[in-house]
């Protein structure tokens, strides 16, 4: 398996030639806003795309290179190798790391968003541009850090810009989304994607590989994740008891619940939860459209599979954030499912 570099080490951008272009177009211009939000679901790319943004601002908005996609810098350029080190004096990363109230969920945390405010207050060591990237924004401690990101929001520095990464951007603070240009990245197209897994997981069967793609949702992260994360195995095991729904087998669930909570990989049942949750909802969208419906939709109302749906999606994320009973996770899920 060949996975690809870190987001601010990855060198290849796929699939977002417009969302780059937008970028350097606006940076041209010169009427950058100050603070762009880059949306879309986990694992699509986004980081990728704002550090390659950044490291094109930091080398000097060098002219487009043929043949590569938008805001290319050589691997062998200076601010390319420095910002792939973390080490270049005009560049602050904020990402979420483990908490200090217990938990294993990672969040942003106030120490590091004030360090970036002390940052973005500084004067640019190198005469240029300085560029904040802030990942995973939706993952904040809510007390503190919001209005610590609000006042660069609100009073931007000269020559600074904001790259403000989030999977949720509904969940954000109106007052910060409202000061952000919104950059939406779309999903992969299957061929698109398949070229990539072909390249990361030359090691995968054909039937595999499109196993991934099915499930993925045009995320590289995410297909990647799948695959290291056991997922076409777990989705299996979604697929066998959403099709056995009209006769639950308790003594068949124990059995599952204990075979997913005993995996060697701790995030087994957020992933199973996951995956169980987007099941759900592709099931949903399909009946709702009037298409044909899985049989066990008939159980019960499409209201009442949407508070389930949002139910499963807390269950997964108090599991991993206090540590729950990983087996007892699983089997409320499942029982849930069983109750009509």
């Known amino acids: 398996m060949s996975p690809p570099p870190e987001p601010r080490a990855n060198p290849d951008l796929v699939g977002h030639d417009d969302a780059a ?3 350097e177009e606006a940076a041209r211009s010169g009427r ?7 949306a879309g679901p986990p694992g699509l790319g986004k980081a990728t795309l704002a550090y390659r943004f950044a490291r094109w601002l930091l080398a000097g908005l060098p002219p487009p290179i043929p043949g590569e996609p938008p805001l290319a810098v050589p691997e062998a350029a200076p601010a390319f190798r420095r910002v792939a080190a973390g080490a270049h004096a005009d560049l602050f990363t904020l990402a979420p790391s483990l908490g200090d109230k217990g938990g294993k969920k990672e969040v ?17 060591a190198e005469g240029g541009w300085r560029v904040l990237v802030v990942e995973g924004l939706e993952q904040v401690d809510r007390e503190v850090v919001p209005n610590i990101l609000l006042k ?9 810009v904001q790259l403000l990464v989030t999977a949720a951007p509904d969940r954000l603070l109106p007052t910060i989304r409202s000061r952000c240009r919104r950059l939406d990245l779309a999903p992969l197209a299957d061929p698109l994607l398949d ?5 990361w997981l030359p ?6 590989r499109a196993g991934l793609l099915r499930i993925a949702d045009g ?9 290291e994360g056991e997922g076409l195995a777990l989705q299996g095991l979604v697929e066998e008891v ?3 729904l009209a006769q639950p087998d308790p003594r068949r669930w124990h059995g599952l619940a204990e075979s997913i909570a005993g995996r060697r990989d701790a995030a087994a049942v957020t992933l199973f939860l996951t995956l169980l949750r987007r099941a759900l909802a592709a099931a949903l969208r399909q009946a709702g459209r009037g298409g044909a419906a899985a049989p066990w939709i008939a159980g019960r109302s499409l209201a009442d599979w949407s508070v389930l749906w949002d139910k499963l999606g807390r269950l997964a994320d108090e599991t991993e954030r206090l540590n729950l009973d990983r087996k007892q996770a699983v089997l409320t899920g499942l029982g849930w499912l069983a109750a009509r």
Do not use: V, Y
């Open 108 to 124: 942003l945390r106030a120490d590091e968003a004030r360090e970036a405010l002390r940052f973005m207050a500084m004067t640019a």
């Open 203 to 208: 090691e995968l069967s054909g039937p595999d």
């Open 242 to 244: 959403l099709a056995g």
């Open 195 to 199: 070229g990539l897994m072909a390249r």
């Open 21 to 23: 272009r937008t970028l």
């Open 152 to 160: 660069t929001l609100e009073e931007p520095p000269p020559r600074t």
């Open 219 to 227: 995320c590289p992260g995410r297909a990647l994740l799948l695959a």
């Open 32 to 38: 950058l806003h100050h603070a762009w939000l880059i």
